[in-house]
């Protein structure tokens, strides 16, 4: 797979002197979901603004299918839709007419069969003739979707498609994200919601304080970055922790018929084979064994965490 | 240059303006009647006639240039304010178009509705008074580029402006002073020799004579000083967008 989308070096300063951006590099592979996560105001939106033409960098260059965003901006932006996380919408338009309007801006002939499959696959189909303004919140997200879509783009941009927005509405969002998935384009989306990368990305990218962290294939990062945990279940409950596994730090449940043993995937030694032949020496009769991982949510806090 | 980004722009703005249509033609209607009924029938017929045309029919060209002014100001200034206030001129910015295909379609639209406006009056007019037209094709050229001379200055103030009393600002209180002061519904020689050369300053004065003379076939100034004045203004107006559109000024960040 090549990168159709490749930011490089760049760079975002404000007026003010704030630096929004600092030196972002990141390759986007065609035909994957990339998940942007981070904190508010770490510089996810202006990332995705710089991209798509709306904000101007300071310093470096982005190319969309092999077109500088700067030098060839008519075939770099033609190439991609965007999501906004605003509901930006004309509130005294018809569905069908606003979407026409997106389509047209983008220079495409008219083609009101494509859009009416459009707006049948984001469930908008009867609402088309509808004003904006009469639509819920949900809708009009959808609305905006159907917009980003109308001209046939290659790359999509969600920012933040889901804020606000039901736990139904969502789960239909990802269905729709999958389909787009399916029909070859490519999606990156910013997201504050960790189960919403967890769920449908191929890779996340960790964002915070205008630097990218970390851009890492989902399954490699969790199995990489991940703690895991060892529960070992007991035939008979024990009052303490044998002095003997002192070098394990175990914890023992309060009901002592179950202990946890903690520890790094990434590590050249897990340990599980001693601890467990150290456990059969202390004497203690094994019922279970489980392991846990730890989510997106616990490696991305800890990513965070380290670079405040 | 995408013909088709201009055209969904110009026909997306004039939707607005055809749901609104029976204000946006009654209104003016409705004025220009008045204007009639105030100053043509009432004090009109107290004044005599002004270079040999009658009074009523003397400031229809007045008022049509007072109309079409204020309107392709402020549709012009209020199609572009209005993405902004809403936020959907992100669509603008991350369309594959430039700053050009933006101005052609929002100032294009503007000026049509204004020049609309003005056929409307001109209309009417013919129901009240009567005139002849001296030189018909050089006032539709008059008239089209008053249309979009300020349907320019309109945009440029639609972008300016930061919230809906700056955008009523300069139309308010720049340009229906300068048009009624402008010999609007008089001839500018009607005035004190010192307010005469006061008056010259008033860059509407040229715009109202030029058209004018389209009608009667006289002016206050020399027609080439009013078509200077027109092309200068239009000039002037292009090179503020242009340099709006190099720096990005208050669109993109």
């Known amino acids: ?308 | 240059m995408s013909l088709n980004a201009i055209w969904t722009i110009y026909v997306f703005e004039m939707r607005r303006f055809f749901r609104t249509i029976t204000q946006s033609f009654i209104s003016p209607v409705l004025s220009t009647a008045l204007y009639f009924v105030v100053f043509g029938a009432a004090i009109g017929s107290r004044i005599d006639e002004v270079e040999g045309v009658s009074y009523g029919a003397f400031i229809v060209p007045g008022l049509i240039m007072l109309s079409v002014m204020t309107q392709a100001t402020t549709n012009a200034s209020f199609g572009i304010y209005f993405p902004k206030f809403i936020g959907t001129i992100y669509e603008l910015l991350s369309a594959p178009i430039s700053f050009l295909e933006v101005v052609a379609g929002y100032v294009g639209a503007a000026a049509t509705k204004a020049l609309f406006i003005g056929v409307v009056i001109l209309v009417t007019s013919f129901f009240f008074v009567e005139i002849q037209i001296a030189h018909p094709l050089a006032m539709i050229a008059f008239l089209i580029l008053t249309c979009v001379s300020f349907a320019l200055l309109g945009f440029i103030i639609g972008i300016w402006a930061g919230n809906f009393e700056q955008l009523q600002l300069i139309p308010l209180l720049v340009i229906t002073p300068l048009v009624f002061l402008g010999g609007s519904f008089y001839s500018i020689t009607m005035l004190p020799p010192v307010w005469q050369t006061i008056t010259l300053f008033n860059p509407v004065v040229y715009l109202i004579s030029g058209f004018r003379w389209s009608f009667f076939g006289q002016a206050d100034v020399g027609i080439g000083a009013s078509l200077f004045a027109i092309a200068l203004f239009t000039a002037i107006c292009l090179m503020v967008i242009w340099w709006i559109f190099r720096t990005g000024w208050r669109i993109r960040q």
């Open chain 1, 1 to 308: 797979m090549s990168a159709i989308v490749s930011v490089q070096n760049l760079r975002k300063a404000y007026a003010g002197g704030f630096e929004a951006l600092k030196s972002v590099n990141l390759d986007i592979e065609e035909g994957e979901i990339l998940a942007l996560l981070g904190p508010n105001g770490a510089g996810k939106t202006t990332l995705i603004s710089t991209i798509c033409g709306i904000t101007v960098p300071t310093s470096g260059t982005v190319t969309v299918g092999g077109h500088d965003t700067q030098k060839a901006f008519r075939a770099a932006r033609a190439l991609i839709g965007l999501v906004p996380q605003e509901i930006n919408l004309e509130p005294f338009e018809t569905v069908m007419n606003t979407v026409r309007f997106s389509r047209g801006l983008f220079g495409k002939p008219r083609n009101d069969a494509y859009l009416e499959d459009i707006l049948k696959q984001l469930s908008l189909y009867d609402k088309k003739d509808n004003k904006v303004m009469t639509l819920s919140g949900g809708m009009k997200r959808r609305v905006l979707i159907a917009k980003a879509l109308s001209h046939e783009p290659r790359v999509l941009f969600l920012d933040e498609p889901t804020a606000g927005v039901d736990v139904e509405l969502r789960k239909d969002m990802w269905e729709v994200v999958a389909d787009l998935k399916a029909s070859g384009v490519t999606i990156i989306l910013t997201t504050h919601y960790i189960e919403e990368a967890e769920a449908i990305a191929d890779r996340v990218g960790v964002i915070n304080k205008g630097e990218i962290l970390l851009v890492q294939d989902k399954a490699d990062l969790m199995s990489q970055m991940g703690r895991k945990q060892l529960k070992i279940e007991l035939a008979a409950p024990v009052d303490q922790v044998p002095a003997a596994l002192a070098d394990y730090h175990l914890t023992r449940a309060e009901d002592g018929l179950s202990l946890l043993y903690h520890y790094d995937t990434k590590g050249e030694r897990t340990g599980i084979t001693t601890l467990l032949a150290d456990l059969q020496k202390a004497g203690l009769q094994m019922k279970d064994l489980q392991t846990q991982q730890s989510s997106l949510e616990d490696i991305f806090v800890g990513l965070v965490k380290e670079t405040t």
